[in-house]
């Protein structure tokens, strides 16, 4: 059974950084595209990033472009969200999700169908 687990969420102060964690079991990341989104209160579920089955490929909403970076480490089953210049409007539940595909033209979390329970990032000072 496929099982994804957020880490790394917290309070930073804007300008700050975090990296979030999604550590996947039941099966090897090799076989999956991850996605990653974000849920503010009050506000839809919005793509953040995704990264292809093999690492190749990647994409950004625009307002994380340049800010974030995503990437896999297959040998540790896991996928990391670089997010550095964080701004208060970055404040959300990240969750990642797999067993999907990454779509370049837009991250929709339609295209994926196994979700973890999600990690809160707060940008405050």
């Known amino acids: 059974q496929l099982q994804l687990a957020e880490s790394g969420g917290g309070l930073v102060q804007p300008g700050g950084s975090l990296r979030l964690s999604c550590r996947v079991s039941g099966l090897a990341l090799d076989y999956y595209a991850i996605g990653w989104f974000r849920q503010a209160p009050g506000k839809e579920r919005e793509g953040v990033s995704c990264?292809?089955?093999?690492?190749?490929?990647?994409n950004y909403a625009d307002s994380v472009k340049g800010r974030f970076t995503i990437s896999k480490d297959n040998a540790k089953n896991t996928v990391y969200l670089q997010m550095n210049s964080l701004k208060p409007e970055d404040t959300a539940r990240y969750y990642c999700a797999a067993d999907g595909y990454c779509s370049l033209i837009k991250i929709v979390e339609t295209d994926f169908s196994s979700w973890g329970q999600g990690t809160q990032v707060t940008v405050s000072s």
């Open positions: 990264i292809s089955t093999s690492g190749d490929s990647t």
